[in-house]
């Protein structure tokens, strides 16, 4: 595929989605009913298509200085229309369109991970209100939540939540629970070890490879009889349940198999266990899975979990996999930094919703548009590859219209950087820096 396919395609389902209109309007019978300047598929365009400069610059820009740019309260009373549900509809509807399927030995690889950006301050938006201390500034969160295709280096879902509402075990069951992709692996950091979660992964029939905490940190590993080595692979079944009867504590406490059997209480969420009742019989939760100990560095070590084969998947390819996650940390600062996702143009929370569901878009549509171009092979030192910043930028431009389809191939080709795989730099601590009250914008 080429990119003036993908540009046909796309502007495809963008008017497909547009004659749908009704269908994602807050008031169907009376929003977009009239034809005005401003239509239902021109508002979706502009939004996809914004920058970080102000609003009426924007408008200015997307329309190519025409003189007959809608001003900025014209284009807000126009997506104060649009229902919440578009962009999130849409933002599935281009990842259906676009799908490459990629896997790695038959299975997707999707990474899971959530980010919290910075939005527009507002004192009266409760839910994503911040502040630490009554002395300090406040500012106002969101949190996004994604799954995101290690091999196609793509967002494939996501949940967007406030900052008080923020729960990333509920997003991933919400993700998991609505999507139909199968023969999955979900690598997850240590912020998703939890039964819950596990159990979740498991019923839905997928594989994980799941960071936890090392033992003594109050993690999963905790009252598991595990090996004294530096490095083990070791396979674990676990048996939960919610009764707490003279025989499960003697099951769980002085049984030989104690190590088997883990009591789970009431205020802990375990979706697959009911409350326990005295007079019934206790029921259990089976968990199946490997816990390995793999070394990262010199006298650095990590716990991984997974239910993933050990015939088919032995540890240097479960510790192999687990390090192809490190992609969606960058992919979330090329959202914030390059696609600019930390530049709003409304406080209100709607709003702000369809931007960041805008951004994923883009980024998407970048990374489709860069496989479209061939980089040319050369005898270099380095391996090179398309700069992401520059291409979002001519993206935008293509959708916009302001750059033809070979000329933004030529202009992607010719923005090139070095890949350096062996470029390893140690984590520097940084102190923590205030929160930026008020974000000024160039020009």
Partial sequence: MNIKEVLCKFNCEITKFANRKQEFSNRPKKDFSRNRKQSFEAVIRSILSLNGGTLTNELLRINHFSADSPSASAFVQQRAKISERAFPHLFQTLN??????????????????????????????????????????????????????????????????????????????????????????????????????????????????????????????????????????????????????????????????????RYIPLQVNFDYLPPSKRQEPAIFFTLKFRILRVRIAENHYEMLLTNLPAYEFPKHKIKEIYSMRWGVETSFRDLKYIIGMLKFHSRKSSFVTQEIYAALIMHNMTVVVSLCVEIPQKERKYEYKIRFSTAACIVKSLLTGGVSPPVAEILIRKNLSPVRPSRKYSRKKTPLKAKIQFAYRIA
Wanted: proline share 1%; hydrophobic share 35%.
């Fill in 96 to 261: 259906r369109t676009f799908d490459r399927d990629c896997r790695y030995e038959g299975y997707r690889l999707i990474a899971v991970d959530g980010s919290h950006i910075h939005v527009p301050n507002n004192h009266e938006d409760k839910d994503s209100f911040v502040q630490a201390r009554a002395d300090e500034h406040f500012h106002n969160e969101f949190h996004l939540n994604a799954f995101w295709d290690i091999i196609q280096g793509t967002f494939i879902d996501a949940v967007v939540q406030k900052y008080r509402s923020q729960n990333e075990d509920s997003a991933l069951i919400e993700m998991i629970d609505r999507t139909s992709l199968t023969d999955v692996i979900a690598v997850c950091d240590r912020g998703y070890e939890a039964y819950n979660n596990i159990a979740h992964l498991q019923q839905a029939g997928w594989k994980y490879v799941m960071r936890i905490k090392e033992q003594g940190a109050f993690g999963i590993a905790d009252g598991l009889q595990l090996p004294c080595y530096d490095e083990f692979d070791q396979y674990m079944e676990l048996s939960l349940t919610r009764k707490n009867s003279l025989e499960i504590k003697a099951l769980t406490e002085k049984h030989k198999n104690k190590y088997k059997y």
